[in-house]
């Protein structure tokens, strides 16, 4: 049975966006690749003529990218809270050595 290039690239689409999920636990440029997978996907779904699927596949898009974006902020914040307990930590330290 021969495939026509829309269900070629649906079929591509799909198993991209299936890889990527796979890997997003190994790097947030993965769930920044899923989300732009799913855009394709949702692209796949108004070219089919199945708006559903491309409605919901743009709110995966939506989803996956505000994730990948609150990866990169946490980032910070979770260096700056391994900062503040050493900090801490040598304070404290400080402070058992001159009480001695």
Do not use: I, N
């Not at 796979?22 to 796949?44: D, I, K, Q």
């Not at 089919?48 to 939506?62: D, H, I, K, M, R």
């Amino acid at each position: 049975m021969p495939m026509d290039g829309l269900t070629l690239f649906g079929l591509l689409t799909l198993t991209v966006m299936l890889l990527f999920y796979a890997l997003e636990h190994r790097s947030p440029w993965f769930v920044l690749a899923f989300a732009a997978a799913c855009l394709a996907a949702s692209a796949y779904g108004f070219l089919q003529g199945a708006w559903p699927f491309g409605v919901v596949e743009v709110v995966w898009a939506l989803v996956a990218f505000r994730r990948w974006y609150g990866l990169g902020q946490a980032a910070p914040e979770a260096g700056a809270l391994k900062e503040t307990a050493a900090a801490a930590r040598a304070q404290a330290s400080r402070q058992s050595r001159t009480s001695d």
